[in-house]
């Protein structure tokens, strides 16, 4: 029901700018959201890019391509607040067309992305946090809607409007955040990946650096000690700090994720996880 809504929300947020026959299709809608100028001419959104799913990577993984959504429609929301924030306050009211130029193609970015959000695949375990996010998106596209009619009436964007467009935007990054938790716990238990000697080396010198130019004294005591660390972790199993492999592995992969270049602070993690964990 959340998807539909989104899709009714769009219409309804467009019929706000100029009314168009019910049977329209949304795809045709795209290009038709029209505001005032100052001159009383119409500007014309161009829409070409609206529900455009296809410049998304057909190889993302389900939690990567929501994420990828979001990260578009946070942006935009945003986006909206920023706009909204500088509006005039001064009466008479007057919108610049350099205002509703921004404002229109904010617009047609909002319908864009609420299409794509719309089309998602099932959200599977992250079904709780799409939902959240689409909330979030439901307020910034009503926002909008008002932010619309208060431009075409010259008249105040609302304290209360501001805040419930940014509380939107903010919903949606909460949701991004959740749906990170999710991914972590879903994976919390798989093996984790090797080290890979090339990327190990390539880390290495990246944390060195902070220290000194390459080829320092202090450069050469840091990559000793990476790499001491790092061959401690290669010679770590799960029977060698006493755990089982499920237990490790979410030991091992939490770490990673704390520390994916850092080895000697990754070793640490997990030396003092496992004892912890084994009571040793």
Do not use: H
């Amino acid at each position: 029901m959340k998807r539909l809504a989104i899709a009714a929300s769009i219409v309804s947020g467009l019929l706000v700018a100029v009314p168009i026959p019910a049977q329209q299709k949304l795809g045709d809608v795209a290009g038709s959201i029209k505001l005032k100028k100052s001159g009383e001419q119409n500007v014309v959104i161009d829409g070409s890019d609206v529900g455009q799913t296809s410049r998304r990577s057909s190889s993302s993984s389900g939690s990567d391509l929501l994420n990828d959504v979001l990260a578009d429609c946070l942006d935009v929301s945003r986006a909206l607040s920023s706009l909204i924030a500088d509006a005039p306050r001064i009466k008479p009211i007057r919108y610049s067309d350099g205002w509703r130029t921004e404002l229109e193609d904010i617009g047609a970015r909002l319908e864009s992305f609420g299409l794509e959000l719309n089309m998602l695949p099932d959200a599977g375990p992250y079904e709780a946090a799409y939902l959240n996010a689409v909330g979030g998106f439901d307020q910034v596209r009503q926002g909008y809607d008002e932010v619309v009619t208060a431009t075409n009436s010259r008249t105040v964007v609302t304290s209360q409007l501001k805040r419930s467009v940014s509380d939107g935007a903010d919903t949606i990054e909460k949701a991004m955040t959740e749906i990170r938790a999710v991914g972590r716990t879903q994976t919390a238990n798989a093996p984790p990946p090797a080290i890979d000697p090339i990327a190990a080396a390539e880390s290495i010198r990246s944390v060195c650096a902070r220290f000194g130019a390459e080829g320092s004294p202090a450069f050469r005591d840091c990559v000793k000690e990476q790499d001491t660390a790092k061959n401690a972790l290669v010679g770590r199993t799960p029977p060698s700090v006493g755990l089982d492999t499920a237990a490790f592995n979410k030991i091992r992969n939490e770490c990673l994720y704390e520390w994916p270049a850092n080895y000697v602070n990754r070793n640490a993690c997990e030396t003092r996880r496992a004892a912890a964990a084994s009571g040793r």
